[in-house]
């Protein structure tokens, strides 16, 4: 299992050390040690491995992931899992602005809070966070499911397109067409699924939580929601 | 992008290492400005008696300007650090002392004013400022900084931060704000003079201009938020504390650390890494348009 120390190891050289793993590597448990906040550890990843970061990680961890499995024991700085493809992602402590920001697929999931625009834009990723979030958070959000335990700052999916939102607490304000919606058994059943994806296997209940999502009135212009835009 | 840092001691063991610890947060944060750096350090302070730090071009220049300052002011002493000098004096000859400064080397700028605040920047790395300085020699209760990357106004020592917005305070920004030409003229029509083109000089002047109005730091904070445009993390050192404040978007970001021994900001956790226990402190990210202020 290589170990990797980044108070000697240049982030490059590990970076590229990850970026060179085939798919049938052997080497699939890395487990890197003194992050010290910096910035772009394990980005762009695109092997089915396991990378374990002890420690608070800086700006964009685990950005662009494919396949692999990230666990930062720590907090995450801005961006964690940007623009995520698919894998699973996991913070152990609070994860800073713009968590799984543009996130095409895979799942993030957070255990502490995250702050603001969590989920800004994504794309199809499903995003558990067991703290609260912050402001902005599923602004434009277009598809995937934003999922939290916590409350939802102002303006909680602004300009939101077809994402689906799941909190459990209060939610602060709701942003520009983003609306309370029923929350049907397929919609429990779909969370369900989520929340065990993440790994809270019933722990949760599906049921405590409200839906949001669209109204679908500013897809189109229309000058009466001029105000809105 | 700038960075900035500020550390608050709270267990007084740990001032003698605060310019040691200020000085490494601000080395981290270089390639968030590597352009210019500055500092503000609150150390001793005697009751009755003023820091001025002064700031001329050279080294030399500041070398004559001590000396010229210690042979026409008895009661003063002048400590000359590179570019910059601290003269400490009684209270009521500090009006003197300007009035001085103004007819014999006009060239010469104040840059910090106070009981305990000594102000320092300089263009260049701020590690180099910081090593220019000796910042790390340098003892007290809390500290500063502010690592540059330009955007509104030239690289000029000028344009480096902190800002001194009057007795024993300074004031250092990370953003940008998009009103400070129309805030200027406002300002200079109440009678506040501008020395550059930097928006937040033009922030510092606000600040002061409220105060002035009878508004606590706390207060003039709170209002700054209707009245600045623009994206802004400030951090503003007083003689017993710091404050820290971001606009209402937050962009910019910001993380606070919080241990027994001391209160921490940093633009980033990398800044915080290195402090003494920060693996078992409480960090958290301050909230948008919301005052935190630290006394002791």
Redesign the interface.
């Known amino acids: 299992m290589p170990d990797v120390d980044l108070g000697s190891t240049p982030l490059r050289e590990l970076n590229a050390a990850l970026h060179r793993l085939h798919p049938d590597t052997n080497e699939r448990h890395w487990l890197i040690d003194h992050p010290?906040?910096?910035h772009a550890i394990a980005a762009g990843l695109n092997a089915p491995i396991t990378v374990e970061i002890n420690?608070?990680v800086?700006?964009y961890c685990a950005g662009m992931n494919q396949l692999a499995t990230v666990l930062v024991h720590g907090?995450a700085?801005?961006g964690v899992a940007e623009n995520m493809m698919s894998g699973f992602v996991h913070v152990s402590?609070?994860a800073?602005?713009s968590a799984g920001a543009t996130g095409r697929g895979g799942l993030l999931r957070i255990d502490g809070n995250a702050?603001?625009r969590c989920g800004i834009s994504m794309k199809g990723i499903d995003i558990v966070v067991r703290g609260s979030v912050?402001?902005?958070s599923a602004f434009m959000a277009q598809a995937g499911n934003l999922v939290v335990f916590g409350d939802a700052g102002d303006s909680l999916g602004d300009s939101i397109y077809e994402a689906r939102l799941f909190v459990r607490g209060q939610v602060k304000s709701l942003g520009a067409d983003c609306i309370e919606k029923e929350m049907r058994d397929a919609h429990k059943r779909a969370l369900h699924g989520v929340l065990e994806r993440a790994g809270f296997n019933g722990e949760v209940d599906a049921s405590e939580f409200r839906r949001y999502g669209s109204a679908r009135k500013l897809y189109n212009f229309h000058v009466d929601n001029a105000g809105d835009y | 992008m700038c960075g900035i840092v500020g550390l608050f001691i709270k267990d007084p063991s740990l001032e003698p290492e605060l310019g040691r610890l200020t000085a490494a947060m601000l080395a981290t944060l270089s390639d968030r400005g590597p352009d210019s750096a500055g500092f503000a350090v609150y150390g001793a302070g005697k009751a009755g008696e003023t820091k001025l730090t002064l700031r001329a071009a050279t080294p030399e220049a500041m070398t004559e300007t001590a000396k010229r300052i210690s042979h026409a002011f008895e009661d003063a002493v002048a400590t000359a650090h590179d570019t910059h000098a601290v003269v400490s004096l009684p209270d009521d000859a500090v009006p003197e002392l300007i009035a001085w400064l103004a007819r014999e080397l006009p060239e010469i700028e104040v840059v910090g004013r106070g009981r305990r605040m000594e102000v320092y920047k300089e263009v260049g790395r701020p590690d180099t400022v910081a090593a220019r300085f000796d910042l790390a020699a340098m003892t007290g209760t809390h500290a500063i900084g502010h690592t540059r990357m330009a955007t509104e106004s030239a690289v000029t020592t000028d344009g480096a931060h902190p800002y001194s917005t009057g007795g024993d305070q300074c004031l250092v920004h990370n953003g940008s704000l998009s009103n400070h030409n129309n805030l200027r003229r406002v300002l200079a029509r109440e009678g506040f003079k501008f020395e550059t083109e930097n928006d937040t000089e033009v922030a510092a002047g606000y600040l002061s201009w409220k105060m002035r109005e009878g508004l606590s730091l706390d207060d003039a904070l709170k209002v700054s938020l209707d009245d600045l445009d623009g994206f802004y993390t400030f951090v503003v050192g007083t003689e017993n504390g710091f404050g820290v404040l971001r606009d209402g978007i937050a962009c910019k970001p910001a993380i606070m650390a919080e241990t027994d021994r001391y209160v921490a900001f940093g633009s980033e956790y990398r800044a915080l890494a290195g402090l003494p226990g920060i693996e078992h402190s409480r960090i958290w990210e301050p909230e948008p348009a919301t005052v935190y202020f630290w006394e002791r």
């Open positions: 010290a906040g910096r420690g608070p800086g700006y907090s700085g801005v402590g609070d800073s602005q702050s603001s912050g402001h902005m």
